[in-house]
């Protein structure tokens, strides 16, 4: 008689949640991929960098950094809602309907 491990077995909802996973993370890097592209092509070295900018002292700083939080906030809740929206839009069709940032952007 074998020794079959059942914790070792992978099921078919395992198998679909796994996938689900491995999109969803797809899709998450994708839109970060393009929050650094957009920072680095301010001069930045990510999107990490540009934030951390807000506590600077010069107001250039300051307001870039704001406008691109704003921008960026607005990216990840129009992802979001496209993903609830659709269980199976990908990541090219998210960047696609992503808006541009406004660099001159009224800030309130």
Do not use: H
């Not at 870039?64 to 704003?70: N, T, V």
């Amino acid at each position: 008689m074998s020794n079959i491990d059942f914790s070792q077995m992978i099921t078919a909802e395992a198998k679909a949640a796994s996938a689900e996973a491995a999109r969803k993370a797809a899709i998450d890097a994708a839109i970060q991929g393009r929050l650094n592209e957009v920072a680095q092509g301010r001069g930045y070295t990510s999107a990490d960098s540009l934030v951390s900018w807000a506590l600077s002292n010069q107001v250039r700083f300051q307001e870039e950094a704001a406008r691109f939080a704003l921008w960026r906030d607005e990216v990840w809740v129009m992802a979001v809602q496209m993903q609830e929206a659709n269980a199976e839009i990908t990541a090219a069709e998210i960047l696609g309907a992503l808006p541009a940032i406004d660099w001159e952007r009224p800030l309130i």
